[in-house]
Structures are given as structure tokens and as C-alpha cells.
């Protein structure tokens, strides 16, 4: 099994060595891992209120420690990922940055609506004065950006806006249906993010049917333990690879220098 998605301590708010997240991806039996720790925001000329992204100064000693690892940790491959901010309007900023880095996938997600970290539980409360079903909308035109900006190989916890537990009181039916066709057309994957079982919400990212419904769509999928320390390497993983299967998948996505490949999850 896989874990795409690996913090390191440069984003002030995961904790461990990366050595130490590797030994606990050996321990769980895993085969392959990748860092995608929070790219920098500050080179996108953006400053969230809370401190979430390792510095500028700080990418290049990320990529070069990730790909001294490949070389250096034995039994275990390893993948050089990236989590990127979507924030709208620096897409070729973006771009010329991504480039200049031998990234094996980059993972687009969303935390801001404007200046509003909506995934921080410091402004958690910010949801009691919104509209939900307002909010979802919203949240899912970000989404279908992501997707056609075609900067991103991987949409990280594609529907985190449930993270506090506010769900809309319109359906959702029609979000998933869209967002999956949009994700097929663009040749986008998710990734099922089993942290939101450690969240308020108490369930992986994406819901359940929406994982379904990327399926029959032909929506390629990864998996992601999100760890912010050692310790949350692979969790949940038993469980999140039977609802891989459940959900009709038999092939787990996997990227090297942004081509994507398959392998089996049997
Ligand atoms: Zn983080
Ligand atoms: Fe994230
Ligand atoms: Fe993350
Ligand atoms: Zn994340």
C-alpha cells in the first residue's frame, strides 16, 4: 500500500524527523510513500493569518532532503509531493514555480475562501455565520478551478469543507456529479484522506458515495494518511483500502515526474 501524503516539520505544525515518518510507513508494511508537505505561500505573495506553509527559503532544502531519501532509505520507495495552496489568481506564478522542481505529483487543495483558513480549527466558528449550503457552492466552483487550471495531479481531501461537521441542507448529489465528470475530463485523481477520521467530522475525505461516484466515473484515486507526526503514518489504512473496494476500485494511482501509473491493490 501507498501514503501519498506526508507533513514534515518545516510547516510549524507537524512534528517528527522525516526518517521517523518513513520508519513508522516500514513498520505498517506500506511500499511506497510520498512528502507532500505545504508548499510555500509566501512565494505566492500571500500571507494567511495563521502560519501554515514552510517558508520560501525552506523549498529547496525540502525537495533536496526528499530526494537524498529516495536514495538513502532502503526498503521503502519514495515519492517527492507537494500540497499547494490553491489560491485564485496566481496560477502562472504557480506554474513557473512547479517547474523548476523535479515534484513526482503535486496535490492542489483548498483551505482559503479569501483570506479565511476554513480547515483551521482556530477559525472554526467563522461557520456559524455563513450560509452553508451557500458555503458548498462556493467551495465546489474551487474546486472545478482546481481542475481545470491543470496545475494539479492530485485534488487533496476533496470535500475537507465538511471538516466541522456543517453539512448543507441541499443535496449534494448534484455537486458530486458535476465535480466527477469534471475530474474525468481533466484527468485529475483524488485521494482518499482517511485524517478527517481524527477531525470533528469523524469520517474520511471524500464521503462515501462521492468515492462511488468518482469511480464510475473513471476517476483515478491515491490514498493519504495526511500525518502530521510519525505516528499518524497509514492510519486507518485496513479500513480505507476495503472502501476502495467496496467502491469498485481494484488499482491504486501512483506518480513518477507527473505521470501517472497503476498498480494493484490486491
Ligand atoms: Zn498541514
Ligand atoms: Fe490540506
Ligand atoms: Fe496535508
Ligand atoms: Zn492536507
Known amino acids: 500500500m501507498i501514503d ?12 517528527g524527523t522525516m526518517e521517523e515518518y518513513l520508519g513508522e510507513a516500514v513498520k505498517k508494511g506500506l511500499k511506497e510513500v510520498g512528502f507532500a508537505d505545504h508548499f510555500p505561500l509566501g512565494l505566492l505573495d500571500f500571507t494567511p493569518r495563521a502560519k501554515v506553509t514552510m517558508e520560501p527559503a525552506e523549498l529547496d532544502e525540502y525537495v533536496q532532503d526528499v530526494e537524498d531519501l529516495k536514495k538513502s532509505f532502503s526498503g521503502l520507495q519514495v515519492k517527492l509531493g507537494i500540497e499547494v495552496d490553491y489560491i485564485p489568481g496566481t496560477e ?3 506554474e513557473l514555480l512547479l517547474k523548476q ?18 480547515t483551521h480549527p482556530v477559525y472554526a ?3 456559524k455565520n455563513r450560509n452553508i449550503d451557500e458555503l458548498y457552492r ?18 487533496g481531501h476533496i470535500d ?9 441542507e441541499d443535496g449534494l448529489q448534484s455537486l458530486w456529479d458535476e465535480t466527477a465528470d469534471l475530474l474525468k475530463t481533466t484527468n485529475t485523481a483524488i485521494e482518499l484522506n482517511t485524517a478527517g477520521r481524527d477531525a470533528p467530522v469523524g469520517d474520511f475525505y ?16 491515491t490514498l493519504g494518511s495526511d500525518a502530521h507526526s510519525p505516528g499518524q503514518v497509514g492510519r486507518y489504512f485496513p479500513e480505507a483500502l476495503d472502501l476502495l473496494k467496496k467502491a469498485g476500485y481494484r488499482e491504486i494511482a501512483v506518480f513518477r515526474q507527473r505521470k501517472r501509473d497503476a498498480i494493484s491493490l490486491i
Open 138 to 155: 462556493h467551495y465546489y466552483k474551487l474546486v472545478r478551478e482546481v481542475c481545470l487550471s491543470g496545475l494539479f495531479d492530485i485534488i
Open 4 to 15: 501519498y501524503h506526508l507533513h514534515t516539520s518545516r510547516c510549524c505544525h507537524a512534528t
Open 92 to 94: 502562472e506564478k504557480l
Open 125 to 127: 466558528d467563522t461557520y
Open 160 to 168: 475537507v469543507i465538511k471538516k466541522f461537521g456543517y453539512r448543507p
Open 206 to 221: 471524500p464521503d462515501f458515495p462521492f468515492l462511488e461516484r468518482c469511480f464510475r466515473s473513471g476517476v483515478p484515486v
Open 101 to 118: 522542481y523535479p515534484f513526482d505529483y503535486v496535490t492542489g487543495s483548498i483551505h482559503f475562501m479569501d483570506d479565511w483558513d476554513f
